[in-house]
T-cell receptor, first 113, second 110 residues
Framework: DTAVSQTPKYLVTQMGNDKSIKCEQNLGHDTMYWYKQDSKKFLKIMFSYNNKELIINETVPNRFSPKSPDKAHLNLHINSLELGDSAVYFC????????????FGPGTRLTVL | QKEVEQNSGPLSVPEGAIASLNCTYSDRGSQSFFWYRQYSGKSPELIMSIYSNGDKEDGRFTAQLNKASQYVSLLIRDSQPSDSATYLCAVIRSSYKLIFGSGTRLLVRP
């Protein structure tokens, strides 16, 4: 029973392509997140959704667009991929935004060639 | 100044010793504090959460919070080689964002 799942686990693509990463949680949580972990292992929040509503939108290029069709899903679409987008992207979920533990998915390693 | 600061390490301790990991944060309005462990190639997993000043113990782990000094620490007693990982300090700011430090790599020598 995977709590937070992401697909695909690995994604290798050419510069300029458009790609999507999917995330699903079966924990019944209200809040979902996308994080980016760069080559120096620094984990930084990108977006947060609460009950399908965008709550946090960090200074991320508008080539990145999150979409939440329902509370259990938060997908990340990336247009016109650039070399600097290569990183590991983690989805996470929590019951609330303030105090609750965040549970992370296994990550998607994106490599842009 | 980084919002959450940690020494990158590596912190090397012998098996059975106490490992002490430290973290400072800049936002005085921060209200929730977490320690996550991340093995190489894996996702972060929660070790401890702490919300009020003082100590919180869970098995071999003790988290310490001092809001006046804006300081959080994690003590690992009887360190095991399986504890070797990167430990991420994370803080929920007054803006409700979970901000991570860059992590401290811990090596426990057999």
């Amino acid at each position: 029973d995977t709590a937070v799942s992401q697909t695909p686990k690995y994604l290798v693509t050419q510069m300029g392509n458009d790609k999507s990463i999917k995330c699903e949680q079966n924990l019944g949580h209200d809040t979902m997140y996308w994080y980016k972990q760069d080559s120096k292992k620094f984990l930084k929040i990108m977006f947060s959704y609460n009950n399908k509503e965008l709550i946090i939108n960090e200074t991320v290029p508008n080539r990145f667009s999150p979409k939440s069709p329902d509370k259990a899903h938060l997908n990340l679409h990336i247009n016109s991929l650039e070399l600097g987008d290569s990183a590991v992207y983690f989805c996470a979920s929590s019951q609330d935004l303030v105090t609750d533990t965040q549970y992370f998915g296994p990550g998607t390693r994106l490599t842009v060639l | 100044q980084k919002e959450v600061e940690q020494n990158s390490g590596p912190l090397s301790v012998p098996e059975g010793a106490i490992a002490s990991l430290n973290c400072t944060y800049s936002d005085r309005g921060s209200q929730s504090f977490f320690w996550y462990r991340q093995y190489s190639g894996k996702s972060p997993e929660l070790i401890m959460s702490i919300y009020s000043n003082g100590d919180k113990e869970d098995g071999r782990f003790t988290a310490q919070l001092n809001k006046a000094s804006q300081y959080v620490s994690l003590l690992i007693r009887d360190s095991q080689p399986s504890d070797s990982a990167t430990y991420l300090c994370a803080v929920i700011r007054s803006s409700y964002k979970l901000i991570f430090g860059s992590g401290t790599r811990l090596l426990v020598r057999p």
